[in-house]
């Protein structure tokens, strides 16, 4: 591609990025690291499903852009024509000006982050290591044949990897680490990975950051669970309910129990008495049903007791106090 075709293309991928952001109340940045472009079309045709666009473009286009929508647009602007339709400037944008860095690229959309961060990051592809290449995991070679003739043996020695000669092929001894997270990739690592037929990396997007509605949720806060909070916050408002109830505090969360609790107090005086008032019958409480019986007692003959004597009245004295 030339660069007079390049700088064709400029004026409308500035006006597309402009119309985006003034589209989408959300806008997700992820990261491009080592992820190939047939990985970008096939991941952008799963986004395009969910109603979300990934553009991809040059940073300094994006912050230009960038700085234009977060303005009043000048009557002098060389495009002022096609985007004064876009309506007034969106401040809120300008927190979105310090995530525009590295290989990266924008998703606009609607739809929560939540639900599209597994789709953008379950798309990953086994890679060979490249030199130079930070290892994202630890790589280790376990112990097993190797598919090699004796004439590598050498090679294995060199890189000090214990191995021994077996039907013909070298095999590896023991668990050799060829990598530890966070290594970068040597020549000898990446030749012998290759040799081994190994790909040991997983690369796709990575989710890094959103900006949503003036807002911008960091890496972390994008990880999280929707059902994790939604659990732990159903679990607080039953321990709020229990400690309100025991007591004696009415409030938002203990208000319902309070009032399901009076409400079976009335329906067992209105039972035990046999007032039947509506809000029993549509609660499908039996009718017929009287307070709880006590245990049944076997029937005795009933004993008289015996007569009581009247035993004749004294005068008492009590000194005056009734004189």
């Not at 876009?86 to 739809?111: H, P, R, S, Y």
């Not at 990953?124 to 290892?135: D, L, S």
């Not at 013909?168 to 037929?197: E, H, P, R």
Request: hydrophobic share 40%.
């Amino acid at each position: 591609m030339g660069k007079k075709e390049t700088k064709d293309k400029k004026p409308a991928q500035f006006k597309k990025i402009y119309e985006l952001l003034s589209k989408y109340s959300q806008v997700i940045i992820v990261g491009l690291a080592n992820v190939g472009s047939k990985q970008v079309q096939d991941i952008r045709r799963i986004l395009a499903k969910r109603n979300a666009l990934l553009v991809i473009g040059k940073n300094t286009l994006f912050k230009k852009v960038l700085a234009t929508r977060v303005q009043d647009l000048p009557e002098t602007h060389e495009y002022y024509d096609e985007l004064k339709k876009f309506g007034a400037a969106i401040k809120e944008l300008d927190v979105l000006k310090n995530q525009v860095a590295g290989k990266i690229g924008f998703i606009f959309t609607d739809t929560p982050v939540f639900d599209l961060k597994s789709v953008i990051e379950e798309n990953k592809v086994e890679t060979p290591a490249r030199v130079g290449a930070i290892a994202p995991i630890d790589v280790v070679i376990p112990p097993g044949p190797t598919g090699m003739d004796p004439a590598s043996i050498q090679f294995f020695h060199a890189l000090q990897i214990p191995t021994k000669i077996e039907k013909g092929q070298i095999q590896i001894t023991k668990d050799f680490v060829v990598l530890k997270t966070g290594q970068k990739v040597g020549q000898s690592q990446a030749v012998l990975l290759q040799k081994l037929g190994k790909k040991p990396f997983l690369y796709g997007m990575e989710v890094l950051a959103c900006y949503d509605n003036g807002s911008i949720l960091n890496k972390q806060q994008v990880s999280v669970n929707l059902n994790d909070i939604l659990a732990k916050f159903q679990k607080n408002v039953t321990n709020i309910s229990a400690i309100s109830l025991a007591n004696g505090w009415v409030n938002e969360s203990s208000a319902p129990y309070v009032l399901a609790n009076a409400f079976k107090d009335l329906a067992a005086i209105g039972l035990q008495s046999g007032f039947i008032f509506d809000q029993i019958k549509q609660s499908n409480a039996p009718a017929t049903t009287s307070a709880p019986v006590a245990a049944k007692v076997e029937d005795k003959p009933v004993q008289q007791a015996p007569a009581k004597v009247e035993e004749p009245e004294e005068d008492v004295d009590m000194g005056g106090l009734f004189d």
